[in-house]
């Protein structure tokens, strides 16, 4: 088994603060490595999969930061329906851009001198000159569809305009000799409102495909989404660069990493199986376990596998749980979640998960499209599925968290191990 490589200075490293959120303490992975190794490609486009939380930004950032390499996050949240998602990327570009320039570096310089107006407006002819309102309409149907096509215009000049800017930061980047990252985070955000962002991943690609000097980053935390900007024929990203897989961490990975900072801090543990065995191998689940660990206990307390499960309960409670998405759930479907938050990563479809389930494959095959669907868990690989958010369902799923009162019984059978 491959352990990580853990680099932080422990000799420097404050006690009295958490030591898990410091970029100097940050978990070091072999995809580091691989991620740095394809950031160095002649036309780097690297497209990484993953499940959510696992670190897939923070290994992009933190090679920037390493490298000391310019970096333009264009982190997508969720699209309003009625805002095109060419404007908002376009928007979030743009700031970027903007916050480059005023770092006065020679690339922010050169990118400052660009005439945006005259490219928009260059931008904006093209577009027109692509899209014509057809005649031979009613009045009414005239106006119906010349609405239709001036939102199409619309749409087509906003990413005529995207395809310009990265134009012209490629151009900068080749003047000055730098090879900016350009990290388009949540890319599958572009979908949710009926695949309607295509068009402008589509404009994307077909611009930065012909760059050498920017490098280019995708990723999404929706799999299920991404996918989609990934497989078929009609996918923006089909073929085009390198995959990178992220997997969740292991529990020799998390142990060579937190440890060694618990016993800095004085804290007496061996490992942290108990605290990160429902956590799915998510790094961002696992940083909250552990700063609760670390708050809640003193020098030469010895964190053991009671008190490690008591963490992960309190940081549970403190999370939002998900109402209706799983009240609503049948009991197939409740059997099915359970399994795999107790199970992370272990498939439904093996002999222990049968005898626990008592259910046919048929069945559990029904109940895992509609939890994907639901976005309650996620699949990183054939027959392996992890809980998307695992405190926020373990919340969801266990009522008796919020009763703080001593129990003498398991919290619900299928639990009994937490």
Same mark, same amino acid.
């Given at each position: 088994?491959?352990?990580s490589?853990?680099?932080?200075?422990l000799?420097?490293?404050?006690?009295?603060t958490?030591?898990?959120?410091?970029?100097?303490?940050?978990?070091?992975?072999?995809?580091?490595d691989k991620?740095a190794?394809?950031?160095?490609g002649?036309k780097?486009?690297?497209?990484?999969?993953?499940p959510?939380?696992?670190?897939?930004?923070?290994?992009?950032?933190?090679?920037?930061?390493e490298?000391?390499?310019?970096?333009?996050?264009?982190?997508i949240?969720?699209? %309003?329906?009625?805002?095109?998602a060419?404007?908002?990327?376009?928007?979030?570009l743009e700031?970027?851009?903007?916050?480059?320039? $005023?770092?006065?570096?020679?690339?922010?310089?050169?990118l400052?001198?660009?005439?945006?107006?005259?490219?928009k407006?260059?931008?904006?002819?093209?577009?027109?000159?692509?899209?014509?309102?057809? =005649?031979?309409?009613?009045?009414?149907?005239?106006?119906?569809?010349? +609405?239709? +096509? +001036?939102?199409?215009?619309?749409?087509? #000049? @906003?990413?005529?305009?995207?395809?310009?800017?990265?134009?012209?930061?490629?151009?900068?980047?080749m003047?000055?000799?730098t090879? %900016?990252?350009?990290?388009?985070?949540?890319?599958?955000?572009?979908?949710?409102?009926?695949? @309607?962002?295509?068009?402008t991943v589509? @404009?994307?690609?077909?611009?930065?495909? !012909?760059?050498?000097?920017?490098?280019y980053?995708?990723?999404?935390?929706?799999q299920?989404?991404?996918?989609?900007?990934?497989?078929?024929?009609?996918a923006?990203?089909?073929?085009?660069?390198s995959?990178?897989?992220?997997p969740?961490?292991?529990?020799?990975?998390?142990?060579?990493w937190?440890?060694?900072?618990?016993?800095? =801090?004085?804290? !007496?543990?061996?490992s942290?199986?108990?605290?990160?065995e429902?956590?799915?191998?998510?790094?961002?689940?696992v940083?909250?376990?552990?700063?609760k660990?670390?708050?809640?206990?003193?020098?030469?307390?010895?964190?053991d596998? =009671?008190? #490690?499960?008591e963490?992960?309960?309190?940081?549970a409670? #403190?999370?939002?749980?998900?109402?209706?998405? /799983? &009240?609503?759930?049948?009991?197939?479907?409740?059997?099915?979640?359970?399994?795999?938050?107790m199970?992370p990563?272990? &498939?439904?479809?093996?002999?222990?998960?049968?005898?626990?389930?008592?259910l046919?494959d048929?069945?559990?095959?029904?109940a895992?499209?509609?939890?994907?669907?639901?976005?309650?868990?996620?699949?990183? =690989?054939?027959? $392996?599925?992890?809980?998307?958010?695992?405190?926020?369902?373990? @919340?969801?799923?266990?009522?008796?968290?919020?009763?703080n &009162?001593?129990?003498?019984? %398991?919290? /619900?059978? &299928?639990?009994?191990?937490?």
């Amino acid at each position: 088994m491959q352990i990580s490589k853990f680099t932080c200075s422990l000799a420097s490293m404050p006690t009295d603060t958490l030591p898990f959120n410091e970029s100097s303490n940050r978990l070091r992975r072999p995809v580091d490595d691989k991620l740095a190794a394809l950031m160095n490609g002649e036309k780097a486009v690297v497209r990484i999969v993953g499940p959510r939380r696992i670190g897939k930004t923070e290994a992009v950032s933190s090679y920037a930061r390493e490298k000391n390499t310019p970096i333009l996050c264009v982190t997508i949240q969720q699209v %309003p329906r009625d805002l095109g998602a060419g404007s908002i990327v376009l928007a979030i570009l743009e700031r970027e851009i903007a916050a480059l320039i $005023q770092t006065g570096s020679k690339l922010g310089k050169i990118l400052g001198k660009t005439d945006r107006n005259k490219r928009k407006s260059e931008t904006k002819r093209e577009a027109k000159a692509e899209l014509r309102i057809p =005649g031979g309409f009613g009045s009414l149907s005239a106006k119906v569809e010349k +609405t239709r +096509t +001036t939102e199409a215009v619309a749409a087509r #000049q @906003a990413d005529a305009e995207i395809a310009a800017a990265l134009r012209c930061l490629e151009l900068a980047a080749m003047a000055t000799n730098t090879r %900016p990252i350009v990290f388009f985070d949540e890319i599958q955000e572009l979908l949710v409102n009926d695949e @309607a962002g295509m068009p402008t991943v589509w @404009a994307i690609r077909n611009e930065a495909q !012909h760059h050498t000097a920017c490098r280019y980053v995708f990723a999404g935390s929706n799999q299920r989404l991404f996918a989609k900007l990934q497989a078929g024929r009609q996918a923006p990203l089909l073929n085009w660069g390198s995959e990178l897989t992220m997997p969740p961490l292991t529990t020799a990975e998390i142990d060579a990493w937190a440890i060694p900072l618990f016993k800095k =801090g004085g804290r !007496h543990i061996s490992s942290l199986s108990a605290a990160t065995e429902l956590l799915a191998g998510k790094i961002g689940e696992v940083v909250e376990v552990c700063n609760k660990l670390w708050i809640d206990s003193k020098r030469e307390d010895v964190l053991d596998e =009671g008190v #490690q499960r008591e963490a992960v309960k309190a940081v549970a409670r #403190q999370q939002a749980t998900l109402g209706r998405t /799983t &009240s609503e759930l049948t009991s197939n479907q409740m059997k099915v979640l359970r399994w795999i938050v107790m199970n992370p990563g272990i &498939s439904p479809y093996t002999k222990p998960a049968k005898a626990s389930l008592k259910l046919n494959d048929g069945s559990v095959a029904t109940a895992l499209t509609t939890l994907v669907n639901k976005e309650l868990i996620e699949s990183y =690989g054939p027959n $392996q599925f992890v809980a998307a958010t695992p405190l926020n369902v373990y @919340a969801s799923i266990n009522p008796q968290l919020w009763d703080n &009162s001593k129990r003498s019984r %398991p919290l /619900t059978p &299928s639990l009994d191990r937490l």
